[in-house]
């Protein structure tokens, strides 16, 4: 279930529709989310410590204090 503060750690969410979805401090650490469409998602504060998003769509998504180590964004669109 997608909801504020899950934890999807190492979840392959590769290609899904997440727009609009409140991630807020979601543990997102090594989550593929290669090609997800996160527009407009809240990010913030949410773990994406390594977490793939090559070509993820960003725009609008608000990624305050989210923790962005080691995250893979080639391609993303912000």
Do not use: H, W
Not at 57 to 67: H, I, M, R, S, T
Request: proline share 1%; charged share 20%.
């Amino acid at each position: 279930l997608i909801q504020p503060g899950v934890d999807l750690t190492n979840q392959n969410l590769a290609g899904f529709n997440l727009k609009g979805a409140d991630l807020s401090q979601a543990n997102l650490c090594r989550a593929d989310l290669e090609e997800a469409n996160l527009s407009e998602a809240d990010l913030s504060g949410t773990d994406l410590i390594g977490a793939n998003l090559k070509g993820a769509y960003l725009a609008g998504a608000k990624l305050e204090g989210a923790e962005l180590t080691g995250v893979k964004l080639t391609n993303a669109n912000l």
